[in-house]
């Protein structure tokens, strides 16, 4: 199985500030990846697909980019609505596997 | 508006089963791989199962091989989870999911508890 490792695994950021995520896949999987946003006792809603691309109606202040091994999720101006934690995942191969996820709180 | 709503979670004893059901509307459900992907309380994501349109082609996650099975029913717009040998670390929310590339949904989830 593909593992994923995502770094930091939380942090404090500000509102206004500019915050990148890390995802690292075991293996390569071309930009096969998606980021997901999951707000507690919620079900999770994904941002990002192919590694790049923002799903329809996801705020453009969202990017997504990399591909092989490596890949970074970056919240250009963080708002009070983007605290929550956020996971990556591959569908490259099966099973689909999820970073352990980063939790992105207010400072 | 698309809708995924699970039942069937409880409390069962270890080596008990359970059996997750998923209805389906605002959609036409047969035209869609349909997913399980569980949650432990206070933990990550892990995706359990997955089963194509017409059920002919199935996947899980080595966890649970050979003691869950997906299953779906498109007349009925429902998914399913036949879960036996429940383990404690089965312990989780159970949502059932319609993830494509461009789109996702995602029901509400469904609490499994395993435990004595």
């Known amino acids: 199985d593909i593992q994923m490792t995502q770094s930091p695994s939380s942090l404090s950021a500000s509102v206004g500030d500019r915050v990148t995520i890390t995802c690292r896949a075991s293996?390569?999987?071309?930009?096969?990846l998606a980021w997901f946003q999951q707000k507690p006792g919620k079900a999770p809603k994904s941002l990002i697909y192919a590694a790049s691309s923002l799903q329809s109606g996801v705020p453009s202040k969202f990017s997504g980019s990399g591909s092989g091994t490596d890949f970074t999720l970056t919240i250009s101006s963080l708002q009070p609505e983007d605290f929550a934690t956020y996971y990556c995942q591959q569908y490259n191969s099966y099973p689909p596997t999820f970073g352990p996820g980063t939790k992105v709180d207010i400072k | 508006e698309v809708q995924l709503v699970e039942s069937g979670g409880g409390l069962v004893q270890p080596g008990g089963s359970l059996r997750l059901s998923c209805a389906a509307s605002?959609?036409?459900?047969?035209?869609?791989?349909m997913s399980w992907v569980r949650q432990a309380p206070g933990k990550g994501l892990e995706w359990v199962a997955n089963i194509k349109q017409d059920g002919s082609e199935k996947y899980y996650v080595d966890s649970v091989k050979g003691r869950f099975t997906i299953s779906r029913d498109n007349a009925k717009n429902s998914l399913y989870l036949q879960m036996n040998s429940l383990r404690a670390e089965d312990t989780a929310v159970y949502y059932c999911a319609r993830i494509v590339t461009t789109e996702d949904y995602w029901g509400q989830g469904t609490l499994v508890t395993v435990s004595s």
């Open positions: 293996q390569g999987i071309s930009n096969y």
């Open positions: 605002g959609f036409t459900f047969s035209s869609y791989w």
